[in-house]
């Protein structure tokens, strides 16, 4: 039954997550945090910043760690199914259709009216992983390392996984 739930879960995540892994993520949130219970929102926050130090699509990332931490390998294979199965069946299905309608003004503006909605959910999520981090952290961890990370990406240009990471080492040696 375990299975039934993960693929469920995943597969509606990214089958609205349109736009890809930015806009997917509160998504699976939702279904793993809010609605199933599976993680914490301070381990689902942990999960997230490994994914996005890691090269590739983050929301394979994430659904092969949580499905392998809810149901072992397979539990890993049937969340990066059902990951993957809504953009496949996406492409396949709607592939011809995609040269009617590539110039189409009203498709744009869709498309367009879309993006504050993702900005709203990305928005809540960072405000739900800022109340978390105060809670774990306190305010001096974090206003240091919401600075350092400004300075480091916006001033030094460093890649953001390396900013991940050092903030991972910073936590496992001051925060643990």
Same mark, same amino acid.
């Given at each position: $039954?375990?299975?039934?739930? &993960?693929?469920?879960? %995943?597969f509606v995540a990214n089958l609205l997550g349109y736009g890809g892994g930015p806009a997917t993520i509160p998504l699976i949130q939702i279904e793993v945090v809010n609605n199933n219970g599976w993680m914490t929102l301070t381990e689902f926050g942990d999960v997230l910043a490994i994914a996005n130090a890691l090269p590739g699509p983050i929301a394979t990332k994430m659904a092969g760690f949580i499905g392998y931490e809810l149901g072992g390998v397979l539990g890993a294979a049937v969340a990066l199914a059902a990951t993957i199965l809504p953009s496949a069946l996406a492409v396949i299905v709607l592939f011809k259709f995609v040269n009617l309608f590539k110039d189409?003004? +009203?498709? +744009?503006? $869709?498309? +367009?009216?879309?993006? *504050? &909605?993702?900005? /709203? #959910? #990305?928005? /809540?999520m960072a405000y739900q992983f800022f109340l978390t981090a105060f809670e774990n952290s306190g305010m001096l961890h974090l206003v240091l390392l919401a600075a350092v990370s400004y300075l480091t990406l916006i001033k030094f240009k460093v890649h *953001?996984?390396?900013? &991940?990471?050092?903030?991972? %080492?910073?936590?496992?040696?001051f925060l643990s």
């Open positions: $039954m375990i299975y039934w739930e &993960i693929f469920w879960a %995943f189409s003004t +009203k498709v +744009k503006l $869709m498309t +367009k009216s879309v993006q *504050p &909605i993702i900005a /709203v #959910l #990305l928005a /809540v *953001p996984s390396l900013v &991940i990471f050092g903030a991972l %080492f910073y936590g496992g040696i």
